[in-house]
Structures are given as C-alpha cells and as structure tokens.
C-alpha cells in the first residue's frame, strides 16, 4: 500500500471522530425507566454502597480551567447536530433533570475523566465541558454547584443529567426527575451568588419542555475585562435607610465579584428584587472583590433572620457580613 493510500485513510478516520462526541453507549430511544427506578435509564440506580456522608459532600468550586481539545466541537448524537458553547456565565435554561448511577459509574465520559456517581459532576449536551453550573430544584428551591464533564442527556426532553450526590442533595433521586434550572458560572463569581444577570430572553423552538437564556459573547467578555474600584462605592438606597449614625456594620453579602461592572448589574437586579426591604444596598470593595451588601442591620441576630426571609425569593441564603 503506497504512503499516500494510508494517509488519505487515517485523514478520513481523523475527520471522522471530530463529527461526533464520545456519550453513553447505553442511551437509547425507548430505554427509560419509571420514575421510581431513580435514573432515567432501565437497570440505573443508586450503588449498593453509597458514602454515608452523601450530604457532607461539597459542591463543586468553580474554577479556570483549559477547554477540552475535542469534546467542544459540534457533534451528532441519535440523530441531532449539537453545537457546544465555548464561553461560560452566558447561559440559562430551565428543563427537566435526570440522574445516572450505577449503570455508568467508573465509565469514561466525554471530556476522557472516569465517571464517578459521588461526585458533584453533571452531563449536558451543549455547556463546554468542562465548566461549573449552578442547578437549582425549582420545585423546593435547593440549589447546587457542579462540573459539567460529559455530554447528555440526548433523549427524552431532558436537558441535564446530574451525579447521583447531586441529584440527592437536589432531593431528586426518589423521583427521577425535576424541574430544574440551570445556570452556567463563570470562575470569577462568588459560588454564593446567582452570576450577574447580563441574558437576554430567546425561547427554544416549539419546545414546552424547557427554556432558554443567552447572553452575547461580547457582553460577557466587556464584563470580565472592567477594572475593579479601588475604594467602596455607595448606591442609593432600596428605601429609606438608616441615619448613617446607626450603622452598626452588620450587613448580609448579596454577592461578590471581580469586576465593578458585574457588582452594578448585580446590585440593579438585588434592588429590584428587594424593593420592599427597607434596607440600603451599597458597594464595597475589599480583598480585591467588589462585595455587593444590604443592610445596616441592629445586630447578628436580625441579620440572620433577614437572611432566612430572603431565601425563599432568591434562591440563597445570604452571609452575614460583621464589620
């Protein structure tokens, strides 16, 4: 065989793999389960030996981290073309979750790592792998981090397929599913904030199953780039605040972030969204973070049920902040 017949086959073999993504060989059309099987998938479920200290498990943490060389090129799963993102803090879609367990543990996924059911990991056909998401159960409004390393759900309507840990920290794992929430992070926000609110609405095609925020890559990009103050910046107040006489510094931390201008958007969609509660909402910048915080509050006590109050509408429980 001439050199020129072998490179022209191992051209055509390259070309090849770069249409299509490694995903689970066992995800097929018809497969599902009940509901109370656990995962999605007939034969999935939960391991025989599941740590006993599931819920001590922290989330995953957000951080830099180099795109998979292969897993974020197009690909084509059961019949679909699928375009991955390549930019993260840009996404939001709200979808039904699944879980996978047993049935793939110890498998590879598509970014090459090992699949492991206890970690805080996460499938998703289109966020770049790999990258950080918040999943927010919107039936109880449990939220957590995790790492998108492997690519999936590709049937079913189901738009995100979490770790048996995630799924149970979620309060998923009886069911099978939920309504969730997903939201894309970028390393340099603060885990304990929602990501600036930078997304403009665009609804999915003829699909009552989920829905779909994005943002432009250049609004992301203008965020990450802005100086950061070098001293505090005080915004007007929500209401009627306290004299500053009264500040005691007791303040509950709504977010904190790396650039001034992502602190301002965020504090524009705080003070919409506790309009009713009285307290001042201001900037501070400390330890190289811009800190967005609302208060003064009397003492730690009323902090901390102001806190508890504004869980439920924000989907966090804010940190009290001492002076």
Request: aromatic letters at 6%.
């Amino acid at each position: 065989m001439s050199n020129k017949v072998v490179v022209l086959i191992v051209t055509t073999l390259f070309l090849a793999a770069c249409g299509t993504v490694p995903h689970r060989k066992s995800e097929t059309p018809g497969a599902t389960s009940a509901p109370s099987a656990g995962g999605y998938l007939e034969g999935d479920g939960p391991g025989a030996n599941a740590p006993a200290n599931i819920d001590a498990i922290p989330d995953a943490v957000p951080k830099i981290e180099p795109l998979h060389r292969y897993a974020n090129r197009p690909y084509n799963a059961l019949g679909k073309t699928y375009t991955p993102l390549t930019v993260t803090g840009i996404f939001k879609q709200r979808g039904i979750a699944s879980w996978y367990g047993k049935k793939f543990n110890g498998e590879r996924t598509s970014s090459g790592e090992i699949y492991d059911m206890y970690a805080m990991t996460a499938a998703h056909p289109t966020l770049p792998l790999p990258s950080y998401a918040r999943v927010t159960n919107l039936a109880n409004q449990k939220s957590v981090i995790v790492r998108i390393n492997d690519r999936g759900p590709f049937i079913n309507d189901r738009i995100i397929d979490l770790s048996y840990t995630a799924a149970h920290k979620l309060g998923i794992t009886g069911n099978g599913s939920a309504k969730v929430e997903v939201e894309s992070i970028t390393p340099n926000v603060s885990v304990n904030t929602i990501a600036a609110s930078t997304v403009q609405s665009q609804p999915l095609e003829n699909s009552a199953a989920a829905s779909l925020v994005v943002a432009p890559a250049v609004a992301a990009s203008a965020v990450i780039a802005a100086p950061v103050a070098a001293a505090p910046v005080v915004a007007p107040p929500v209401a009627s605040a306290s004299p500053a006489s009264s500040d005691t510094g007791v303040y509950l931390q709504l977010g904190a972030f790396k650039t001034q201008e992502a602190a301002e958007t965020y504090l524009a969609k705080m003070r919409s969204e506790l309009s009713d509660n009285g307290k001042q909402l201001k900037l501070s910048t400390k330890d190289g973070l811009v800190r967005v915080h609302i208060g003064p509050y009397a003492n730690q006590s009323e902090a901390r049920s102001s806190a508890e109050s504004m869980e439920e509408k924000l989907g966090f429980k804010p940190m009290v902040n001492l002076p």
